[in-house]
Nanobody, 124 residues
């Protein structure tokens, strides 16, 4: 079983940056794919980025490519999402998730464990 706890959300002005953290326990974070998703009110959960087990390959949604960067610190068992050039439309609850069987999936239903989410609000 994997437990995930997100942190780092908050209120930021448009053009600013935030770094989200996803602290994992129960299993080594480098042994599975970790993904970041977000969900805005009234909208479906949206894939943002994923990092693979072992070799740390990454995958990004087109909407965030070049602005968001996913990374992992194995020593801290933590995955990060660096978000730059934030826009008001990035406002959402951000979730990290663990996928124990797929590889760099962008499909939320394939992820096995989820954190509780952290709110990101970008003001104009």
């Amino acid at each position: 079983q994997v437990q995930l706890v997100e942190s780092g959300g908050g209120l930021v002005q448009a053009g600013g940056s935030l770094r989200l953290s996803c602290a994992a326990s129960g299993r080594t974070v480098s042994s599975y794919t970790t993904g970041w998703f977000r969900q805005a009110p009234g909208k479906e959960r949206q894939f943002l980025a994923a990092i693979s087990e072992n070799d740390s390959r990454t995958r990004y949604a087109d909407s965030v490519k070049g602005r968001f960067t996913i990374s992992r610190d194995n020593a801290k068992n933590t995955v990060y999402l660096q978000m730059n050039s934030l826009k008001p439309e990035d406002t959402a609850v951000y979730y990290c998730a663990a996928d124990l069987s797929s590889f760099l999936s962008g499909v939320a239903a394939l992820y096995d464990y989820w954190g509780q989410g952290t709110q990101v609000t970008v003001s104009s």
